[in-house]
C-alpha cells in the first residue's frame, strides 16, 4: 500500500541519481565547436577529417565530453587513423558506457584493424557483476552516495517508526551501496595501477624487455588500435599484456592511456 509506494519513490530518487551523475555539463567555446563541425561537414580528403579531428581534441584538452569524444574519433577514423579513432572511442565510453552509437562504432573500427588477437579475459569482478563495466565512475559515486544516505534515514525513522519493512529497506541499500562503493574502488585501482591503452604507432616492435637492445618478444609488430594493459611504466617504456599469451615491453610514445591522466 503507502509505505510499500514510499519504498518505491526512494529507491526511484536514488536510481535517477545514477543518470543524472553520468551526464557531464557541457563547458565548450561554442565558436570552437562550431568551427570544428563545419570543418568535419566540409571534409573530403583523410588530411580534411584530420584537421577536423584535431579541431575537436583541442576542445576535449578542456572539456572532456563523449559526445565531442564521438565525433573526434570519427574524424580519425575517416582519415584512416583507427589508433586514435578506437581511443577516442573508447574514452566516449568511458565517460558514457551506455552510448550505443560509440559502441557500434567502437566495433566496426576493431573490425579493420590489423592486429585480431584474441583480447584479454574479463577481470573477476566483470564476470561476476556485469553491471561493473555498464556504469561510469561518477554515476557510481552518486549511487553509492544516495544509497549510503538512503540507509541513515531509514534507519533514522526506524527510530520512531518501525515499520515491518524498514529493516529490509536499509539492507537493499546498505547492499546496493557496497556494491557501487566496491565496484568504484576497483575500478580506480585498475585506472591507477593496471590502466588499458591503444597502439597509436602505424608498428610497435613489442620486445622481451626495456630497451632496443632486447630481443623481439613476437616476431610481428602490433599495429595501430591494438588494446593493451600496461603493467608496468619506467621512463620511456611500458611492459603491457595484449592478452594471456602476448605481453612485453613497448616504447611509451607508441600508445596512449585510455583514462586520461591528471
Not at 578506437?86 to 590489423?114: G, Q, V, W
Not at 599484456?241 to 615491453?249: F, K, P, T, Y
Amino acid at each position: 500500500g503507502g509505505l510499500g509506494r514510499r519504498y518505491l519513490i526512494l529507491f526511484s530518487c536514488a536510481s535517477a541519481s545514477l543518470h543524472l551523475m553520468s551526464i557531464p555539463a557541457p563547458a565548450f567555446p561554442a565558436e570552437s565547436l562550431s568551427a570544428a563541425q563545419t570543418a568535419f561537414a566540409a571534409a573530403t580528403m583523410p588530411a580534411d577529417f584530420q584537421n577536423a579531428a584535431s579541431l575537436f581534441e583541442d576542445i576535449l584538452k578542456d572539456s572532456p565530453n563523449p559526445g565531442l569524444y564521438f565525433n573526434a574519433a570519427n574524424a580519425w577514423f575517416r582519415a584512416g587513423d583507427l589508433g586514435r579513432a578506437i581511443l577516442d572511442y573508447r574514452r566516449a565510453l568511458r565517460l558514457s558506457p551506455s552510448y550505443a552509437e560509440a559502441r557500434a562504432n567502437l566495433a566496426a573500427a576493431r573490425r579493420k584493424r590489423l592486429d585480431q588477437a584474441e583480447p584479454e579475459d574479463p577481470a573477476i569482478l566483470e564476470r561476476l557483476a556485469f553491471w561493473h563495466g555498464l556504469l561510469p565512475a561518477r554515476s557510481k559515486f552518486g549511487g553509492a552516495l544516495a544509497f549510503w544516505v538512503l540507509l541513515w534515514l531509514a534507519l533514522l525513522i526506524r527510530l520512531w517508526r518501525p515499520w515491518p519493512y524498514l529493516k529490509m529497506f536499509a539492507a537493499c541499500c546498505l547492499l546496493v551501496a557496497a556494491c557501487l562503493g566496491s565496484s568504484l574502488a576497483v575500478q580506480s585501482w585498475q585506472e591507477k595501477h593496471r590502466p588499458q591503452a591503444v597502439i597509436l604507432s602505424p608498428e610497435a616492435a613489442l620486445r622481451i624487455g626495456g630497451s632496443d637492445r632486447y630481443d623481439l618478444a613476437v616476431k610481428e609488430p602490433l599495429h595501430a588500435g591494438a588494446e593493451v594493459r600496461v603493467l608496468e611504466r619506467r621512463p620511456g617504456w611500458a611492459r603491457v599484456r595484449l592478452n594471456a599469451d602476448i605481453s612485453g615491453w613497448l616504447p611509451s610514445e607508441a600508445l596512449a592511456l585510455v583514462p586520461l591522466e591528471p
